[in-house]
């Protein structure tokens, strides 16, 4: 059974820190374009970063350049979003996808581009 699990969310004050962790299992990570996605109350979903399949192409939404960073560990099966500078708009759950037929490209526009999904995590940026 393909499956991905996040993991790391949490309440964190503005300015603070999180890394999430996307780990998949059934599946080999490293041969699939990994999306992170988030989804305020009230809000649709969007695109955060994204990584191509050999980690040679990535993409991030202007709200989070130079603040969040996707990475892989491919011995642990696993994705990594570090989080840095968090702002209470970074506020959300947050959903790791994966797909193997983005061929060396990711997406951040089409969530619908990913096939499998993770339950998502919680993360809250207040005071």
């Known amino acids: 059974q393909l499956q991905l699990v996040e993991s790391g969310g949490g309440l964190v004050q503005p300015g603070g820190s999180l890394r999430l962790s996307c780990a998949a299992s059934g599946f080999t990570l490293d041969l699939y374009a990994i999306g992170w996605f988030r989804q305020a109350p009230g809000k649709e979903r969007e695109g955060v970063l994204c990584?191509?399949?050999?980690?040679?192409?990535?993409r991030y939404a202007d709200s989070v350049k130079g603040r969040f960073t996707i990475s892989r560990d491919n011995s642990w099966n696993t994705v990594y979003l570090e989080m840095n500078s968090l702002k209470p708009e970074d506020t959300g759950v947050y959903y790791c996808?994966?797909?193997?037929?983005?061929?060396?490209?990711?997406?951040?526009?089409?969530?619908?581009?990913?096939?499998?999904w993770g339950q998502g995590t919680q993360v809250i940026v207040s005071s």
């Open positions: 990584i191509s399949s050999n980690s040679g192409t990535g």
């Open positions: 996808a994966a797909d193997r037929h983005l061929f060396g490209r990711c997406v951040l526009s089409s969530a619908g581009s990913y096939e499998y």
